[in-house]
Structure formats: C-alpha cells, structure tokens
C-alpha cells in the first residue's frame, strides 16, 4: 500500500468536528469544509486550519486578511456536503446555504452551532497544504448541544 494510502486511512480513525472556513474578499463569498481546524493558542487567541494550496480559499483568505469559522451541528451534514463541492465559484451571495453575517462583514453558515472571525494571523505552506493562522476578534456559541462529527469517512452524531 503507498504511504499516502496508509496515511489516509490511518488519518480516518481520527474523529473530528466539522467546520466551514469562509471569507469576503472583494465582495464574493466563498466557503470551504474542513475536518482541519484546531486552536492554536489562548493569548492572543489564535486558531488554524490547514487548507489544500489548489483550492482558491488560501489565495482569497490572504487577499480579504480575514475569515470565519462556522462549527457545524448535527443538522447541518448538507452544509458539509455543499461546502466540500469541488470546483464552485465564488458568488455574492451564498447559493443552497444560508447565510449570517459577523459583526466585522464575514459571511458565516446560519444555524452553525459556533462561529468564529478572525484576522489572518500568519500563512504557512508545507506540502500540498497552507496552514492558515488567524487571531480571533468575535466569537460566539450557541446552546445547540450536538456537533456534526466525521469519522471513518463517514457524518456521525455523539452519543455518550
Ligand atoms: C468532512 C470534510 C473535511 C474536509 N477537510 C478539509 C480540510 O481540512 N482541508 C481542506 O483543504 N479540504 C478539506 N476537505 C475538502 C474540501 O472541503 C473540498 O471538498 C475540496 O477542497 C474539493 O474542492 P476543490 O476541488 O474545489 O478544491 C474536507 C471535506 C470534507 C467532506
């Protein structure tokens, strides 16, 4: 089996939340699904996501200076899928999803369990990814108890 296979599947067992990362830049809206997100530090408050460099969201994220991050419930799997559609183009409005908006004009997924915005912070490339930093300014969550969760290549819900 090739290294990457093995790292696929070995990666597979790792469950995670997922997360849409979107941005504004120049009045288009673009959003991403990402298994990739994680804090980084409390001060200053700082998160990342690890972005592939052939998607358009890194360039567009250092041309904006920022971004959000919206944490997807239970619910939102259509969200997920719609947002991990390969080859969409960036549009004024979002298209299938709603949307809100942050106090500082970032677009956000509406009904996310959490989001945050963020100045980018700091953009690393190694490999086929861009790990993008950003400082969070604005965060907020909501009462929604119940995370969407990947797994094994598949959406799960929590259960105790
Ligand atoms: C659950 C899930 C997690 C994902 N996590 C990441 C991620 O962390 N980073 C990333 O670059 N792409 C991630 N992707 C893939 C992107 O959402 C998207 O499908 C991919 O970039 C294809 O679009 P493109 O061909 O336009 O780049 C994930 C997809 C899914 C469904």
């Known amino acids: 089996m090739a290294i990457q296979d093995e790292f696929k599947q070995a990666l597979s067992t790792w469950a995670s939340g997922v997360a849409v990362v979107t941005t504004a830049d120049q009045g288009l809206l ?3 699904t990402v298994s990739s997100f994680t804090s ?3 001060d200053p408050p700082l998160v990342l996501v690890c972005l592939a460099t052939s998607n358009r969201m890194p360039a567009m994220i250092t041309s904006a200076q920022r971004f959000a991050v919206s944490i997807l419930g239970r619910d939102q799997e259509e969200a997920s899928s719609y947002f991990a559609i390969s080859g969409r183009e960036p549009t004024a409005e ?3 999803v709603e949307g809100d908006w942050t106090p ?3 677009p956000v997924v509406q009904g996310a369990i959490a989001w945050l915005e ?3 912070y700091e953009t690393l490339t190694h490999g086929d ?3 993008v930093v950003g400082e969070v300014v604005a ?3 909501t009462e929604a108890p119940s995370p ?3 797994y094994r290549r598949a959406y799960r819900g929590v259960t105790d």
């Open 148 to 150: 969407l969760i990947y």
């Open 118 to 120: 963020c100045e980018l």
């Open 94 to 96: 979002f298209v299938e």
């Open 40 to 42: 980084v530090s409390l």
């Open 30 to 32: 673009y959003g991403l």
């Open 139 to 141: 965060a907020r969550a």
């Open 129 to 131: 990814h861009s790990i």
């Open 104 to 106: 500082g004009g970032m």
